[in-house]
Structure formats: structure tokens, C-alpha cells
């Protein structure tokens, strides 16, 4: 079965680091540009980072740069976003998604998780 699964969401204060995986399953993600996505309660969904599946080049939203690290383990078949100075702002689930390019065009997104909330409050 093809799919990937975040974890390690959770509630956290403001100015506190979490970071969060994104594992594949039933596939190998060497070969996929790999997405983060957020979504907050009454928002659209919108994109927080990718990472290249070619030569690991990223990409991060304003919002986050300098605070969110993404970063992959092809040996592990799995992406993870670090999380750093996190804001209320930042509250939100997060999802995953296989794409053919970084920074997205959001036209080639597949394989998407299930998402993990993050929660920033004091």
C-alpha cells in the first residue's frame, strides 16, 4: 500500500521546537521532490516547504524561513521538517505530499498523509 504517515505533531509554547516526520510506505521517496503543507482551522491549505528529490535544493514560505529546516533521509525513506521559534501563527495540521518539482505548482501532488495538528499555545 502506497502512503505516507506524519507524526510527531503535539502541543507546544510559543518560541518551543517540534519536529515532525513524514514516512513512505509501499514506495521509494528517492525519486519524489517531498512537500509540507499546512492548514489552519478556516484557512486554505497552503505550502510551508519542499525539498528536491534531485540535488536536495529547498524551498521555504517567508512565513517560516529562517525558523522550519526541512531535510530528508532516503535511507530511511523519510522527510522531516524542523520546527523552531514556533508561533501561535504556526498552529495548524500539517500534511506531506509526493511532487515532481520544488517549489510546487501544486499541479503534480499525489501521495498526500494524513496530517499530524500542531498546536502553539501558552
Known amino acids: 500500500q502506497v502512503q505516507l504517515v506524519e507524526s510527531g505533531g503535539g502541543l507546544v509554547q510559543p518560541g518551543g521546537s517540534l519536529r515532525l516526520s513524514c514516512a513512505a510506505s509501499?514506495?521509494?521517496?528517492?525519486?519524489?521532490?517531498i512537500g509540507w503543507f499546512r492548514q489552519a482551522p478556516g484557512k486554505e491549505r497552503e505550502g510551508v516547504s519542499c525539498?528536491?528529490?534531485?540535488?536536495?535544493?529547498?524551498y521555504y514560505a517567508d512565513s517560516v524561513k529562517g525558523r522550519f529546516t526541512i531535510s530528508r533521509d532516503n535511507a530511511k525513506n523519510t522527510v522531516y521538517l524542523q520546527m523552531n521559534s514556533l508561533k501561535p501563527e504556526d498552529t495548524a495540521v500539517y500534511y506531506c505530499?509526493?511532487?515532481?518539482?520544488?517549489?510546487?505548482?501544486?499541479?503534480?501532488?499525489?501521495?498526500w498523509g494524513q496530517g499530524t495538528l500542531v498546536t502553539v499555545s501558552s
Open positions: 525539498i528536491s528529490s534531485s540535488d536536495g535544493s529547498t
Open positions: 505530499a509526493t511532487d515532481l518539482q520544488c517549489p510546487s505548482s501544486w499541479e503534480y501532488l499525489e501521495v
Open positions: 509501499g514506495f521509494t521517496l528517492d525519486y519524489y521532490a
